[in-house]
Nanobody, 121 residues
């Protein structure tokens, strides 16, 4: 069993900053991709940023230049540093990972439970 646990969400004023964290735990052999998605009320879930084990990153156009994804592979942790936050960034943020469990040959997609980010004055 593999679990992802997010933390760091909360209420922040427009222009403020937050850092989200996501820790993967369980019987993990390798994590190929770690990513952040978000879902605002009434909208579909969308990819915010992703990071591969080869340090390749990808960002949604709406967050480029404001959000930074980073990983600590030794800790199976991914971070999302968010600056210059806007009300449109308000959403539930979900951690996602492609995980190879010990003794298995296929990668498993795992989701966290989500953490709420609210940007409001």
């Amino acid at each position: 069993q593999v679990q992802l646990v997010e933390s760091g969400g909360g209420l922040v004023q427009p222009g403020g900053s937050l850092r989200l964290s996501c820790v993967a735990s369980g019987s993990i052999w390798n994590i190929r991709v770690m990513a952040w998605y978000r879902q605002a009320p009434g909208k579909e879930r969308e990819l915010v940023a992703s990071s591969t084990s080869g340090d390749s990153t990808n960002y949604a156009d709406s967050v480029k230049g404001r959000f930074t994804i980073s990983r600590d592979n030794a800790k199976n942790t991914v971070y999302l540093q968010m600056v210059s936050l806007k009300p449109d960034d308000t959403a539930d943020y979900y951690c996602n990972a492609e995980v190879l469990r010990r003794g298995r040959s296929r990668y498993l997609e795992v989701w966290g439970q989500g953490t709420l980010v609210t940007v409001s004055s």
